[in-house]
Structures are given as structure tokens and as C-alpha cells.
């Protein structure tokens, strides 16, 4: 038999084995598990921290085999085969929904074909560089558009609650093969590192193309083609547009995966045009990123005590009905510029895989309802044909009002006891962001809704967190790409968008999914639907 049980340790016991295998039988023991005389196997599942109460320890979960060896189902990858060319499947966009969703199918030897309208991990560096740098902006390629989407250079988090969606153990054992470390198979709160991504991305593009597939780098997507009959609309390709040299063209396919990310406005604005009705508004949440000296965060999580690793934190609180909480989280991390047009400052965070920097950031966002949306943005967007864009209108809005309050990529920022006391900021002290802040009254300009909801929040955190209000504590503006305003509405039997046949929306861009874990497995779903409908039609 088998069983899985959890015991608690001093962090400095991690390593001491025999004290690790009294623990279990005692577990065990404790449990009513007769194993005198057995032979015990323990297999190590997962490691998370415990900060409570002052004292620091380590909860390590163990699948414990007695009397018998481990089976080591769900370890091995899976099977890719060569694509035999007789199917194809245009896949747009190149994050961890496409790319999964592009191995999903090689499992079945379909041949896909990734359309990016950014460009390859290579290049991407040097397009980022320029933006922290000089402020120089490529609205194609940046830390939200390129090969691995935005999750390649701004961070690499895995955690995910979505493990019901799909096998995440697989997700996980695919990037190890690709170069993660695996203790993201073990720890609680898996993390893999802007450092060390973009390596394991290119080198999933590289077996992709060994095994058939195709990449189209620096290339948008400008249209689909579409077949209309009396009732029903049906996609057979796209329509695409080179960026480096201007030259237009279409690919025929299969079918065609949507994999587009959260912050690809125009792929929304595409599918209005053709089938309004198969998007809808939904609830996201827009703030501020808070920066604070990393070893003010630890000492508190830490209560002084010496950890090798950052402390993190998450808090929530209810305020006027809405809900505010932290978001995205980056120990020993940085604050990073995410625009993807040139009238915009859009904020965002990202650790590299030791999470050692100076400072620890997360977004503080509020809670923004469909019915929060002002009429106005509502009305333009009834206007334009779609009511459902209402909220995607406000948020470049305020992206943009961000930067009216910008100098170039030069950030809007308020220290927090400076935003709560409603007044200016004289001096605003180090930061990680790196093309640098100015002082603004956030306080004053930012949508009242919003500040009000903070500055109570803010208040509260306190009393968890006492230390978190702090003069060392920066408010830097605006973060407003937690997940999308519009939900691409897609059949729950068959996955295709509910307006457009054989078109399969999937990962952050479409609304059901949010992160690199639950952007993979979904990627993985809709390959599996679209493999299975070839099978049943062949």
C-alpha cells in the first residue's frame, strides 16, 4: 500500500534523514498504519515554508510505499512524434499556451505552426535592454510580446491553483527537460527565473522544429480567413504580416489556436469585428506596484530570524464590496517597464531564479467589475460594435493617463506614507525600476475608486504585515495587466470560440487562464480537443 503524509521540521533538520524517517513513522504510527517489519520508501513531493507564530518550519509532504516500490506513474514525458505534415495547425502566439499546445499536438505527429509577433528570445534581450536603458520602446517586442510571452522575461512563477485544469506535474517535467531545476517538481511555490527562461524556451522552439514544427518570428497576425455559410462562420487560416519587411500573406490550416496573451488589444478589437458576440466582459483588477528593501520584507516574514531564501507574502482584505490583494509577488526581485505602445507606462515585476536583488515588489490591485466600468468607455464601445470591450477601453485609458504622468518610460511613484498622508514625495528614495521614476501625487490623479480602496487596504496590510507602511515603501504606477478585461467565449464541449467554428481560444488572452502553469495546461487541453476531432473525423 501507499499513502501520503506530511511532517513538520526545523529548517536546519531539512537534511538530516534519520530524523526525516522517525518523523514518518511516527506519522504513520499516529495514523493507525501498521508497517513494523516493512520495508518503508519515501518519495518527496513538496516543501513549503511555515512563518506563523514567530517560528519558522518546513512542511515536507512525502508519498510513503510500504511493502512495496514506487511505481513512478506520471514521471516520464511523454512521447513527441514527428509531424507527418498530413495536418497542420496555425498556433498564435508563442507563450506557455502555445508552445504547450504545440507539443501537445506533436504528440500525435500534427504539425503546428506558431505565428509571434515579437521576436525570438535571442533578439527580445536586446529590445528590452534598450527600453530599461534608453527608454526606447518596441511595441512588438518587449517584456509582454516575443517567443515565450511575457512570462520569459518577467519572472517565470509557476504556482498555480488551477491543478483540476490539467496534469501540472507534466508542465513542470517538460521545462525540466528543457533546463529548469527540479526542485520546481517539490517546492510550494515553483519558480524557475528570468534568468535562466529565455534558455529554456529556445530550447523548446529547437525541438519543435526538429520534430517539424515551424516558428514565424517578428510577424503579425493581421486577420483570419474565414468561411461563411447561411448559420455559421468557420476559420481556414490567417492572414499574416512580416514586421521586418512589410510583406503580407495567408496560411491555410486545420485549425487555428488563439494563444495571444493578455495584453494583444488588437486581436480583440479582430475578433469584434467578425463575431462581437463572442467576447464578454469580465472582472480584472488594476493598482500599484509597491517596492520595498527586500530585508525589511524578510525580517517581517522572518520575524528577524536568518533564512537563505526571500520571504513572500500575500494578503487580501475587502474594502467598499471590492476586493483588494497582492499580486504577483517578487522576492529579492525587480520592478520592470511592460508598455506595449509608445503613450503608455504599464508596471510589472520579475525575479531572477536566486530571487537575491535589494528589494521585494508585488502589485496591490483592486477588484474592477464589469459595472465598474464608466458608461462612457461602455457607450464608445457600444459605438464601435462591442459592448464587451468596455473595460479593455478603460484600461488603456488609464495606461495612458499613467503616462500623462510619466516622463517617457520615467515612472509616475509615491511613497506609500507620502500617498496615505496625501501629500508630495521630496524624495523617493532607491528603486529597481530601471529607466528610472519621478515624483507624482498617485494619491491625487488616480481614479478615486481605485486610491480610496488602496488607502484603506494599505491600513490593513499594516496590521498583518506591522512595518509594511514604511518610508522605505514606494508606490509606482500603474499595474493593470493582472488578466484580461474580455473573455473570448468558446464551447465547452467542443473549446472553439461559441461564434467562430475552429477557432480555439486558450491561455490568458482568452480569460480562462491566468499564469505560465494554468496558460500550459490550457494550451494542452485545447491541442487534445483538436487532436481528437481529427481522429473522429479521419
Not at 499546445?101 to 515579437?118: C, N, Q, S, T, Y
Request: aromatic share 8%.
Amino acid at each position: 500500500m501507499n499513502t501520503e503524509i506530511s511532517i513538520t521540521v526545523k529548517p536546519n533538520d531539512e537534511k538530516n534523514q534519520t530524523l526525516i524517517n522517525s518523523e514518518i513513522e511516527r506519522t504513520l504510527s499516529k495514523k493507525g498504519i501498521k508497517f513494523q517489519g516493512e520495508k518503508l520508501t519515501s518519495v518527496f513531493i513538496k516543501k513549503s515554508i511555515d512563518a506563523r507564530h514567530g517560528q519558522i518550519k518546513l512542511l515536507l509532504k512525502y508519498k510513503v510505499y510500504i511493502a512495496e516500490e514506487p511505481n513512478g506513474d506520471g514521471e516520464t514525458l511523454p512521447v513527441w512524434k514527428k509531424a507527418s505534415g498530413s495536418k497542420t495547425v496555425v498556433i498564435i502566439g508563442s507563450g506557455p499556451a502555445g508552445l504547450y499546445a504545440a507539443f501537445r499536438l506533436l504528440e500525435d505527429g500534427i504539425k503546428p505552426v506558431l505565428i509571434e509577433r515579437g521576436s525570438c528570445t535571442e533578439e527580445r534581450k536586446g529590445d528590452i535592454t534598450n527600453l530599461e536603458t534608453d527608454g526606447k520602446l518596441n511595441a512588438q517586442s518587449n517584456f509582454c510580446f516575443g517567443e515565450g510571452g511575457a512570462g520569459t522575461f518577467s519572472d517565470g512563477k509557476l504556482y498555480t491553483r488551477s491543478n483540476k485544469r490539467g496534469d501540472i506535474g507534466k508542465i513542470y517535467r517538460i521545462f525540466v527537460e528543457f533546463g529548469a531545476s527540479e526542485k520546481i517538481m517539490t517546492d510550494a511555490h515553483p519558480h524557475i527565473g528570468t534568468d535562466k527562461l529565455p534558455g529554456i524556451i529556445s530550447g523548446m522552439r529547437k525541438k519543435i522544429i526538429e520534430l517539424g514544427g515551424e516558428f514565424y518570428f517578428d510577424t503579425l497576425c493581421t486577420d483570419l480567413l474565414v468561411k461563411k455559410s447561411l448559420s455559421s462562420l468557420s476559420v481556414t487560416g490567417v492572414k499574416i504580416k512580416n514586421l521586418k519587411t512589410s510583406t503580407e500573406s495567408s496560411l491555410e490550416s486545420d485549425a487555428v489556436i488563439l494563444a495571444t496573451g493578455h495584453s494583444a488589444t488588437d486581436i480583440y478589437k479582430m475578433i469584434a469585428k467578425i463575431s462581437p458576440s463572442s467576447l464578454e466582459a469580465k472582472t480584472f483588477a488594476v493598482g500599484v506596484r509597491v517596492e520595498h528593501p527586500r530585508t525589511l520584507i524578510d525580517s517581517i516574514q522572518f520575524h528577524g530570524k536568518p533564512m537563505p531564501q526571500a520571504a513572500e507574502y500575500r494578503l487580501t482584505t475587502q474594502v467598499e464590496g471590492r476586493g483588494v490583494y497582492s499580486f504577483c509577488m517578487c522576492p529579492g526581485g525587480y520592478v520592470v517597464p511592460c508598455a506595449t505602445a509608445e503613450n503608455q507606462i504599464v508596471i510589472n515585476g520579475m525575479s531572477a531564479s536566486g530571487r537575491n536583488s535589494e528589494w521585494s515588489n508585488a502589485a496591490i490591485v483592486v477588484e474592477r467589475r464589469v459595472e465598474d466600468i464608466p458608461s462612457e468607455f461602455i457607450e464608445k464601445a457600444k459605438n464601435d460594435g462591442c459592448e464587451a470591450l468596455g473595460g479593455l477601453y478603460w484600461r488603456t485609458w488609464l495606461e495612458e493617463e499613467t503616462f500623462r504622468h510619466a516622463k517617457g518610460q520615467f515612472a509616475p511613484a509615491q511613497k506609500l506614507v507620502d500617498f496615505l498622508a496625501h501629500r508630495d514625495s521630496s524624495d523617493l528614495g532607491k528603486t529597481s525600476y530601471k529607466p528610472g521614476v519621478i515624483p507624482s501625487r498617485l494619491d491625487e490623479w488616480l481614479p478615486k475608486e481605485i486610491s480610496s480602496r488602496l488607502e484603506t487596504a494599505f491600513k490593513d496590510f499594516d496590521k498583518n504585515m506591522h512595518g509594511f507602511v514604511c518610508d522605505d515603501a514606494l508606490l509606482i504606477a500603474s499595474e493593470t495587466r493582472t488578466s484580461t478585461p474580455v473573455r473570448i467565449l468558446r464551447r465547452k464541449e467542443t473549446l472553439e470560440c461559441e461564434g467562430i467554428a475552429n477557432l480555439y481560444p486558450c491561455g490568458e488572452g482568452s480569460g480562462y487562464s491566468g499564469g505560465i502553469g494554468s496558460s500550459a495546461m490550457d494550451g494542452e487541453k485545447v491541442a487534445a480537443q483538436i487532436s481528437h476531432k481529427f481522429q473522429e473525423n479521419a
